[in-house]
């Protein structure tokens, strides 16, 4: 199983959202018989990556329902053998107290597609940490 934490940062309503790689994506993933994942690990972190700023835009949103909202958010997500689109994302954990940003962030990564598919399937652990700060 592989492992991915990103980081979420807002200064207060104002300022720019960070969205930061904090953990790399490990080499390890859950493969059914001896088949590998290619380069899927390697696109799939880049299809993540390339959703960063709607995922800034679901903690923004969120931020102005909540301006202190944060906490951990674990989700695991899986690509079938053979197949180029993420066949699921699932909340493995939450403390965030806001259901809309929980279901914001799995929307935004529900539907990723990379370019080759993997032999085996593919699953990640994906955590990302919001977190409010207040403005310099």
Do not use: W
């Amino acid at each position: 199983m592989s492992k991915m934490q990103h980081t979420i940062t807002n200064r207060r309503l104002g300022a720019t959202h960070l969205l930061v790689l904090v953990g790399a994506l490990a080499l390890a993933a859950v493969a059914a018989g001896c088949g590998g994942v290619g380069t899927a690990q390697a696109d799939l972190r880049s299809a993540i990556d390339a959703r960063q700023t709607t995922l800034n835009e679901c903690y923004r949103e969120a931020l102005t329902r909540d301006e202190t909202l944060g906490g951990d958010l674990s989700l695991r997500v899986s690509l079938a053998k053979s197949e180029t689109t993420i066949s699921g994302v699932e909340v493995t954990h939450s403390n965030v107290d806001d259901e809309e940003l929980v279901a914001c962030i799995q929307h935004a990564l529900d539907g990723l597609s990379i370019d080759e598919a993997p032999k085996s399937s593919l699953t990640v652990d994906y955590n990302v940490r919001f977190t409010a700060t207040d403005a310099p």
